[in-house]
T-cell receptor, first 114, second 111 residues
């Protein structure tokens, strides 16, 4: 089954404790991206990757890191989480270079930083 | 100015009603357009792409007006199961290829 898998689905952590949210896709998509969704603000892009070893900042990259060592995986790293990073996070993947290509989303990770 | 703007909503309509959502985008270089549906706190899923000639999928009709930079979604004969948030999404294939999301419009269909 074609899918994007995020883990964990739910996470409560303390300020300053490094964490990683994993994202994996099995569709051989070049493009992967991380978004956060907050009430009243909609989906905002954190980082994206056009292909292996190619990553770039989105609209709200501060406090986050990513890596793309393999095509299928795109982990999101919070080196020192803070309460303002409490949010619902989505990973997405899609093909690049095709008009009207669909983006597939993971099920989301609800992160609470206390 | 935000790149993609939608009706703020929420829209509360009775079953069977016709409802229309509007969306405007600011970047004339935008190349692809979509409507996504998001159920409460779940992942967004593609509802339909939007083509220049307009397109229809059952009770759903999407229209694109490039000159006015305007996209619309029409839902006819609303069902209870249509209750969700509808996201207008624009793809700007610049160097970075970015999907830009509107904040979404909430629809509640009531019995």
């Amino acid at each position: 089954e074609a899918q994007v898998t995020q883990n964990p689905r739910y996470l409560i952590t303390v300020t300053g404790k490094k964490l990683t949210v994993t994202c994996s896709q099995n569709m051989n998509h070049e493009y992967m991206s991380w978004y956060r969704q907050d009430p009243g603000l909609g989906l905002r892009q954190i980082y994206y990757s056009m292909n292996v070893e190619v990553t770039d900042k989105g609209d709200v990259p501060e406090g986050y890191k990513v890596s793309r060592k393999e095509k299928r995986n795109f982990p999101l790293i919070l080196e020192s989480p803070s309460p303002n990073q409490t949010s619902l996070y989505f990973c997405a993947s899609s093909l690049v270079g095709r008009a009207n290509t669909e983006a597939f989303f993971g099920q989301g990770t609800r992160l609470t930083v206390v | 100015r935000k790149e993609v703007e939608q009706d703020p909503g929420p829209f509360n309509v009775p079953e069977g009603a016709t409802v229309a959502f509007n969306c405007t985008y600011s970047n004339s270089a935008s190349q692809s357009f979509f409507w996504y549906r998001q159920d409460c706190r779940k992942e967004p899923k593609l509802l339909m792409s939007v083509y220049s000639s307009g397109n229809e999928d059952g009770r759903f009709t999407a229209q694109l007006n490039r000159a006015s930079q305007y996209i619309s979604l029409l839902i006819r004969d609303s069902k209870l199961s249509d209750s969700a948030t509808y996201l207008c999404v624009v793809n700007i294939e610049r160097t970075g290829y970015a999907l830009n999301f509107g904040k979404g419009t909430s629809l509640l269909v009531t019995p």
